[in-house]
């Protein structure tokens, strides 16, 4: 193993233990009541979504962040991979919008529909800070993974860790991820 890709594995295993650290006594995050709506002004919950799939991916959004542009390529593959196994995706937008700045469209690709999280409630209840943080919710709306797509913030090198997609195939299969959380790589959501 190479110097550099040495430093890039201990820099993520760092963070990783970081993540894992910083959770440790605090407990699953809830999503309680938390309510979304979409571009038609359809109001649903979080739990209502956690329970029509198997598993269900809440990816947080931020308008104009490269990360975020980044990865639409890459989550759109794992909703049209897992999709069909029982994993719905969702991208929320739990930002306070600027008067004059574009509307977010009502899908960022096919297969990964944006909901607005108005009052920021379940970017709070699940203490989201990023573009591209991602959550992973059983039907009971446990959270059974948290943090990034991947261990890139930008192009997707050959040796990148897919985080999420790891996540999701071990709790398919029934098991427990080997890291149930991760960090995430995108820019600083400003919540409402």
Known sequence: MTPARRLRTAVVLACLVSSAQSLAGSGPPDVGDATLRDARGQVTSVTALARAHKL?????YAAGCPCFAAH????????????PRGVGFVVVDSER???GEASPP?????GLPLLRDESG???RRLGAR???ESYVLDPA??????GGVDSDRKYLRPDAQPFLRQALLKLLSGDAPAF????????ALRLL
Do not use: M, N, W
């Open 180 to 187: 149930a959380t991760s960090k995430a790589l995108g820019c």
């Open 72 to 83: 639409v390529d890459r989550l759109r593959q794992l909703a049209t991979e897992l999709g």
């Open 97 to 99: 919008h600027v008067p």
């Open 130 to 132: 990023y573009a591209t």
């Open 141 to 146: 709306g446990r959270v059974r993974y948290q």
């Open 106 to 110: 009502a899908e960022i690709a096919p």
């Open 56 to 60: 269900t991916v809440v990816i947080f």
């Open 121 to 123: 409630d379940l970017a």
